[in-house]
């Protein structure tokens, strides 16, 4: 017969098998959080961005898109002059001429168009005469545009009713809006006086020289070495 100490020992290990062992039916919290952990990373962590939502037409805010009262002061432009033509009055616009933007130059007509060039003064010998007298306007037409207006000076012997006709019409338009057209029958130029009260022009904010060097720009003939000399010596 086994003895009461050695039934005691017996079951004291067989209670310590069954707490060591857990049974299949057992539950084993750990293993569920590793299982959690792996199915949770970082990424599936974070959360789902949301789609935009897109505002029906019937709700857009027209007040967003309105125009200001004073956008005329918010955008300051300045329009820079980088061309003035040289040229005589178009003779179907109106124009007018400036009272004191004029001067009398030489200038030397050149090549197939009769480019217009100033010759200063210092040398003039060397153009053999081909330089001629001419005065220099400003002018504006009613659409704005500037020019100057090269005037052939009347000579003083035997004056061409041309270049008379072609004063009186500047001497016309510094008063008042002007027309003229050339009428080859009469060998002068016709002045045409504008019917209605026209407003005074709007003249450059530019000082007269800086409109005569972009007028003239790259046609000034000031030195015996210019281009145009070379040419007419047969240097080049």
Do not use: C
């Not at 041309?162 to 009428?183: C, L, T, V």
Request: aromatic content about 8%.
């Amino acid at each position: 017969m086994t003895s009461k100490a050695q039934t005691e020992q017996k079951k004291l290990t067989i209670g310590d098998e069954s707490s060591a062992e857990p049974s299949q039916g057992s539950h084993d919290p750990s293993g569920e959080q590793e299982m959690l952990e792996e199915h949770t990373g970082p990424e599936s962590q974070q959360p789902e961005s949301k789609p935009e939502v897109e505002t029906p037409d019937d709700e857009f805010d027209l007040e967003s898109i309105r125009m200001t009262q004073d956008y005329g002061k918010q955008i300051i432009v300045k329009k820079l002059l980088t061309t003035v033509p040289v040229r005589k009055p178009n003779k179907t616009q109106f124009f007018r001429t400036h009272p004191e933007y004029r001067m009398d130059v030489h200038l030397l007509k050149y090549g197939e168009t009769d480019e217009l060039y100033v010759v200063k003064p210092g040398v003039l010998a060397a153009v053999f005469e081909l330089a001629k007298p001419y005065r220099l306007v400003l002018g504006v037409d009613r659409l704005g545009t500037v020019f100057i207006w090269p005037l052939a000076i009347p000579d003083e012997e035997r004056p061409m009713d041309w270049h008379k006709s072609a004063m009186e019409a500047d001497f016309e338009a510094q008063k008042g809006w002007i027309r003229m057209a050339s009428n080859q029958a009469l060998g002068a130029y016709e002045i045409f006086k504008a019917v209605g009260e026209l407003s005074e022009p709007d003249w450059p904010l530019e000082p007269w020289n800086k409109l005569v060097g972009v007028g003239f720009r790259q046609k000034i003939i000031d030195t015996p070495e210019h281009i145009i000399i070379q040419k007419l010596q047969g240097l080049m």
